[in-house]
């Protein structure tokens, strides 16, 4: 599980990075316990960054693929 320590310097490094490339803040952001997740309303974009591995027996966050268009 990621340090609370971790997922603060995470965030601030996200935040950092967007600055940079001169992209909005996120709305708000959620700790996971392995990751952190950057959200975006108003383009409804969720970034997740994982910093550790889940804990055993621990499923990750599962993401949908059926709408994906390889051609796209």
Do not use: H
């Not at 996120?26 to 996971?32: A, F, H, K, L, T």
């Not at 499923?59 to 693929?65: D, F, G, K, L, S």
């Amino acid at each position: 599980m990621a340090t609370l320590a971790q997922k603060i310097e995470t965030e601030q490094r996200m935040r950092n990075l967007l600055e940079e490339g001169g992209l909005p803040q996120p709305d708000y952001v959620e700790y996971g316990y392995t990751c952190i997740r950057l959200i975006f309303e108003d383009s409804k974009l969720c970034v997740v960054v994982d910093i550790d591995e889940p804990p055993d027996g621990a499923e990750a966050w599962p993401v949908a693929t059926d709408d994906l268009d390889p051609a796209a």
